[in-house]
């Protein structure tokens, strides 16, 4: 009798482990796939800028074309409320380069929304690169 209650202790003890336990898993499991959507998105953000300012370092590119390379490069993975600063010149020789800015805000991308608690700020990427010469 004595040993059928002491094994009905320890599952009771195993039920409270896991009640504990459980909840923590979870948010690691939560933060972790977290965490790997910020790092897609953060690695398209970088492919975006640096395919925008390798149109804009063409010669004869114009903003809108830059534009058009980034949104390509977003698509993929459905991003929408970005924005996209372009700063070149085509027709200033004394500009030797194109710069292309991407950012889009925190909680356009967060999977959780704010169940880490930061929910401000953006994401950003930036490139430069020389424009070429036609010569």
């Known amino acids: ?13 195993a039920a409270v482990e896991m009640a504990i336990v459980t909840p923590l898993l979870i948010t ?8 790997g959507w910020l790092f897609t998105v953060r690695q398209a953000l970088v492919s975006g800028a640096r395919e925008g300012a390798r ?5 004869g590119a114009t903003a809108g074309e830059v534009q058009e390379r980034v949104t390509d490069c977003m698509t993929p993975l459905g991003l ?9 010149d085509p027709n200033d020789p004394d500009s030797p380069s194109g ?17 880490f608690g930061h929910t401000s700020g953006e994401l950003e990427a ?3 690169m020389r424009k070429e010469t036609s010569n």
């Open 55 to 59: 149109t804009a370092s063409l010669p």
């Open 80 to 88: 929408s409320g970005y924005s996209t600063t372009v700063t070149m």
């Open 1 to 13: 009798m004595r040993s059928w209650r002491k094994r009905n202790r320890r599952r009771g003890a």
């Open 28 to 35: 690691m499991l939560f933060g972790i796939i977290e965490y």
């Open 126 to 128: 930036t490139a430069e």
């Open 99 to 115: 710069r292309v800015r991407v950012a889009i805000p925190y909680v356009q991308v967060s999977l959780l929304g704010n169940y």
